[in-house]
Structures are given as C-alpha cells and as structure tokens.
C-alpha cells in the first residue's frame, strides 16, 4: 500500500510517499480503507518533535526519542472498513466509519482498535468532513461535557474561536445554551457567527480583558492567555480552561481547586465510540458541523502540512488518499 512515512523529526520535508506493507489485523481490530485523513496541529508537532516547555519529555519518551517510533503519521480518519477479527462487534465490512487514533492514518489502510475511538461516519458527510471532525471534537466534547460543563445562559469566551478546536468549542457551547463570545481575527468574525458565536472580538485591537464584560467560563484553545489575564473578564467562580499544560497552570490548577473562587482547569483530551457517536448524532441533527478548508492529494503530505504550519487556516486541512495499489 501507499504510505506516508517519516523516519527523521523535522520540516514538512521529511515526509515521503512510499510503498509499504499493509497492516494485519488481529481478532479485536479491523482494517479500514481510509478515504481521508486531516493533518491537524497534533500532526505538526508529531513531525517537528515540537513538545513545549515541560511536555517536551513526554512527548519525546511517547513519540520517539530521537527519532519517530511510528514511521506513519496521522491520527484522525475517515474511510470504510474492508475486513474484521473474530472478535469485533458492532461494525461489519463495507461499513462507513470515522475516528481518531495514535498514528497511522496518513495511509490507504489502517488497522484499528474496534474499542477505540472510532464510530460510524455520520449520514450527509463526504470523508473529508467526516474526517475533520474527531480531532477537534472530542476534544471540545471531552472538555465541554467532562471537565468544565457548561450551564444553559452562561457566558463563554472562546480564545481562538475559529481554531482547529475553537469552531467546535463555540458549537458545542452554543448547542448547550451559552451566550458565547468568538476571540478571533476580524476577517473570520463571519465564519464565527456563523457557527453560533454571538458576538466576537478581534484581538489584533481589543483586548477581551478590558470590555467590562465579565464571563462564567474562559476557553482558551491557543495557550496564549496566562490565567492572571483572564481573572479580569471572569465572573467570581468563573473558570479558566486551557488546552495546554505547563507548570505555572498546574500548580495553579491545584491551588484553585483547594481554596474555590475563579478556577483554573486543565486536562487531557480523550475520545471513545460513545463520544463519536454523541457527536455524530449532533451532526446529523444540523447542530454541529464540520468546516474543511482545502484538501490535498496523499502525495501532496508536504504541502498540506506547510499550510497547517503557516497558521491561520479557515477550516480543516485533509488529505484524501486515492485508491493506489
């Protein structure tokens, strides 16, 4: 089959289509034929071992040391299945389906978990939509309906709004009844009303902080805002959510956890099939959906990847993988 394989940390240049071996299964697994697979900021910093500040060790021990321990990226699919184990339950050859795993999918076949986090394709998406969904959803789903729910009338403050995460956050928010406030250029304000956002705010010359406008809940997909600016635009047990970790957030985290107020709340994104299936049902109901930017052809991995590292994209980026062999 066709891959992509990259077997050095580095530029988009270290990716290379080549012909490998196409995976076994064994009688848990099933091998699903990928039709499309997006190249999300997750995929970046696999490829660039580009792991800040205190995740640098750990992402380096589960990625690699010093060089890729997965020779094929990409996490996120969408594609048919063609053959299942014994033992999977559930899902049958010829079935649609969409999800998310570790690596791997930047290729024709991909073998998969049936237990993971992996669903069937909701109805009315092409497999690139399909595919641009798992990355960003769970993560705003796992956040959203875990570790900070949100309230019907609350307010919510989406940094990054229109981001890879961030269109999904403010969806999500909307659809559970927050009053939600887009952080984000001027020129994408549209595509953020149109996914429910109420209102936006263009950070290259406002600062959300200084509106007077006080909110139960700080969503911050970029890692740029520090907690100590966002105590400013926080109602008294407002909370702070951020997607990434360092050490001032943790130790932060804690202490507010212990001595109540504004809070500051951190976490690991996860998914599941009952999640992807919770998502789906959404999408199919017209309450969530997915914005895919541009597609790109397998070969062309080097490419899309550029266009995801030179930042401000207006949807998902995804590769779509031809029938090769």
Request: hydrophobic share 45%.
């Amino acid at each position: 089959m066709q891959a992509v394989v990259h077997r050095a940390y580095g530029a988009p240049g270290v990716l290379q289509v080549e012909r490998i071996h196409e995976p076994s299964i064994g009688a848990t697994q099933m091998l699903v034929r990928v039709h499309a697979s997006p190249v999300t900021q997750g995929d970046r910093r696999m490829r660039s071992a580009d792991f800040p500040g205190i995740s640098w060790l750990p992402g380096r021990l589960m990625s690699g040391l010093l060089r890729p321990r997965h020779a094929v990226p990409g996490t996120a699919f969408a594609g048919r299945v063609v053959a299942v184990g014994a033992n999977v339950e559930g899902f049958e050859v010829g079935q649609d389906v969409f999800g998310l795993g570790m690596h791997g999918a930047h290729a024709e076949f991909l073998a998969v978990e049936s237990d993971s986090a992996v669903a069937p394709m909701p109805e009315g998406l092409t497999y690139a939509q399909a595919a641009a969904v798992p990355y960003g959803a769970l993560t705003a789903w796992t956040f959203l309906k875990g570790l900070a729910p949100v309230d019907k009338g609350q307010r919510v403050l989406v940094v990054g709004g229109t981001g890879g995460v961030g269109r999904w956050v403010v969806q999500m928010a909307r659809q559970m009844g927050a009053v939600v406030t887009a952080v984000c250029r001027a020129e994408r304000a549209s595509l953020a009303r149109e996914l429910g956002a109420h209102h936006t705010v263009d950070y290259t010359t406002t600062d959300f902080a200084s509106q007077g406008v006080l909110y139960d809940m700080v969503f911050d997909t970029t890692g740029v805002i520090a907690f100590e600016h966002a105590q400013q635009a926080l109602r008294p047990k407002g909370r702070f959510v951020s997607l990434h970790i360092n050490a001032r957030l943790i130790s932060q985290a804690l202490w507010t956890s212990f001595w109540g107020g504004q809070r500051v709340i951190i976490g690991v994104s996860g998914g599941d099939r009952e999640s992807l299936e919770g998502i789906g049902a959404l999408i199919e109901r017209g309450a969530l959906r997915p914005v895919v930017e541009q597609t790109y052809r397998l070969e062309e991995i080097a490419q899309a990847h550029e266009r995801v590292e030179a930042g401000q994209t207006l949807g998902s980026v995804v590769v779509t993988v031809p029938v090769l062999s």
